[in-house]
């Protein structure tokens, strides 16, 4: 073998050491890259077999539901909602399949709260449906099955422009539905709501019906729509009524709010902003529910992730993050300060830590140990 064949072997060895050594950094490169991806694996929901209201996914019916008519009782709805000139916020409490919420969510500048905590086939189902539709995200889920107490404590510190209730109120035991009924219409502007008729001989809380009609009736309820009962006496038709609501003033703005003045509710279809008892000063308003209510009631949707990269954008922002400043409106979150100024709380680097801390629990004990833990930090910079 000549010295030039030496060379050349050398070489060709230089070269395939070389080779080897790029596609291994390679191999390892892309390794180490699919290991720092989260891993994820698509989750196939199921439709419930038989739902009770129809299913609607990015504004399309996936399946029909087993229930009354839910395009005519919209219609309803809608017209009542069209009146408003300005972004709303609307309560549907027993919401079932979501369809009434997630069709307002489409249709208007609202920002729906859906109240629900379904059983059997069809447990939980929401929560995977408020996914499914993507092109929302002004929808709120509070996974819950509300007693009348709630409801009551609910309107101390959170009002609606429209509350829906539609065949609810029979369900609540018969020495609770009048407190549920009355808080109601303390929740609301409007409230829409729908009750079986007396004579439905299949209609569970059959008992409370008649009192519920006349308690509608004494205030003055208009009828919006009738529904025949398929699912249940399809020869009777359930009646809609339009209830004007009666709250007038919060006892406070969230479980950490420090004024113990309250505060005056002023709403109409054009405008709707809070004047402060202590000193008149008038308060902006946005759309949404504090950030306190959805922990306090179970929210379980907009999700955990969501809700923490919303917090670090105001974090970044300089915005407060003090949660009784912060208001959701969906997978969108916004601070108080930006519309009231003069109401910035003062809060310190640690605030984004003991926030988060309270969106990670649904210990509520730990909710309120957290709570406590801000409010003191409230009062000493106060």
């Not at 439905?200 to 509608?216: A, H, Q, T």
């Amino acid at each position: 073998m000549n010295r030039y064949h030496k060379i050349s072997i050398v070489s060709l060895s230089v070269i395939c050491a070389v080779l080897a050594i790029a596609l291994l950094s390679l191999f390892f490169t892309n390794k180490f890259k699919r290991a720092s991806k989260p891993l994820t694996q698509k989750r196939v929901i199921k439709l419930p077999s038989n739902p009770y209201q129809d299913i609607i996914i990015n504004n399309k019916v996936a399946k029909r539901g087993r229930g009354p008519s839910c395009e005519s009782r919209y219609k309803a709805i809608a017209s009542v909602l069209s009146q408003f000139r300005r972004p709303i916020t609307v309560l549907d409490i027993g919401a079932a399949e979501g369809y009434m919420s997630l069709r307002i969510a489409h249709d208007f500048d609202a920002t729906c709260v859906m109240v629900e905590h379904q059983s059997g086939e069809s447990g939980g189902f929401l929560k995977d449906l408020c996914e499914l539709n993507t092109d929302r995200d002004n929808i709120i889920l509070l996974y819950k099955r509300i007693t009348a107490e709630e409801l009551k404590f609910l309107s101390e510190s959170e009002h609606f422009d429209v509350v829906i209730a539609l065949n609810v109120l029979h369900h609540f035991p018969a020495e609770k539905w009048q407190m549920a009924a009355n808080a109601v219409l303390d929740l609301a502007d409007y409230a829409i709501i729908e009750t079986p008729p007396a004579e439905d001989k299949y209609s569970c809380g059959r008992v409370n019906l008649p009192g519920i009609i006349n308690f509608l009736e004494k205030n003055n309820g208009k009828i919006i729509a009738k529904t025949a009962r398929v699912h249940t006496s399809p020869d009777t038709f359930a009646k809609t009524y339009l209830v004007k609501g009666r709250g007038k003033s919060l006892k406070r703005r969230g479980l950490l709010d420090l004024n113990n003045s309250g505060y005056e509710i002023k709403s109409d279809i054009n405008d709707r902003y809070l004047v402060r008892k202590s000193d008149n000063q008038k308060l902006d308003w946005p759309q949404g529910i504090s950030f306190m209510t959805f922990k306090l009631f179970n929210g379980v949707y907009p999700k955990k992730f969501m809700i923490k990269e919303s917090l670090a954008k105001l974090k970044e922002s300089s915005l407060s993050i003090v949660p009784q400043d912060i208001v959701i409106q969906g997978k969108k979150l916004v601070s108080l300060s930006q519309t009231n100024n003069k109401d910035l709380r003062t809060y310190d680097d640690d605030m984004l830590d003991y926030v988060c801390g309270i969106v990670d629990t649904s210990n509520m004990k730990k909710v309120v140990s957290f709570c406590k833990e801000i409010q003191n930090k409230l009062v000493a910079n106060n």
